[in-house]
């Protein structure tokens, strides 16, 4: 299996137009628990091009047949960190690997990580402050990280995709 290299541009490109609306082919899951991690798959696809149907994979075929990765916080961590087959793959990362169409998930006033948000550019002098985001369920674009509230942060730093 190839390893290609991650269309950061074309993920932010497309995290751009959809920031603020949603595309029709993709349910929109706002009301039933959010839809943040549905906007950074759909941002990661338009970056690869490839979903991962495997069992344990990443995909979306439609509303009742798409894998738990492409919409749970947790198993999209989990499926990137790990992935060995097609699709994206990364790893966990640190604030100084940020690079836009990377991905921070945060953890809110839960106990767990509940929310991704996709990095659209980061600037200089590095930090909080300086990374910007885009995101769906608090639908953003260019917001800084710095102005979440959150007990915790991770970084997934998108490393390409298989085929």
């Known amino acids: 299996m190839n390893i290609y290299p991650y269309d950061r541009d074309a993920a932010v490109a497309y995290a751009h137009d959809m920031a603020f609306k949603r595309n029709k082919d993709y349910y929109d899951f706002s009301e039933i628990g959010g839809d943040c991690t549905n906007f950074v798959s759909q941002c990661l696809y338009a970056g690869t091009g490839v979903m991962n149907g495997a069992s344990d994979g990443w995909y979306y075929y439609g509303l009742n047949n798409r894998s738990p990765s492409w919409?749970?916080?947790?198993?999209?961590?989990?499926?990137?960190?790990?992935?060995?087959?097609?699709?994206?793959?990364?790893?966990?990362?640190?604030?100084?690997?940020?690079?836009?169409?990377?991905?921070?998930?945060?953890?809110?006033?839960?106990?767990?990580?509940?929310?991704?948000?996709?990095?659209?550019?980061?600037?200089?002098?590095?930090?909080?402050g300086s990374v910007l985001i885009a995101a769906h369920s608090i639908d953003s674009d260019y917001r800084p990280l710095s102005t979440y509230t959150i007990s915790d942060k991770r970084f997934i730093i998108i490393d390409g995709y298989r085929k």
């Open 71 to 128: 919409t749970s916080v947790t198993y999209l961590y989990k499926f990137l960190t790990s992935n060995k087959g097609s699709g994206p793959f990364g790893h966990a990362g640190t604030i100084e690997e940020l690079s836009e169409g990377d991905i921070v998930q945060l953890k809110l006033a839960e106990a767990d990580f509940s929310h991704s948000l996709l990095v659209v550019d980061v600037g200089r002098p590095l930090g909080l």
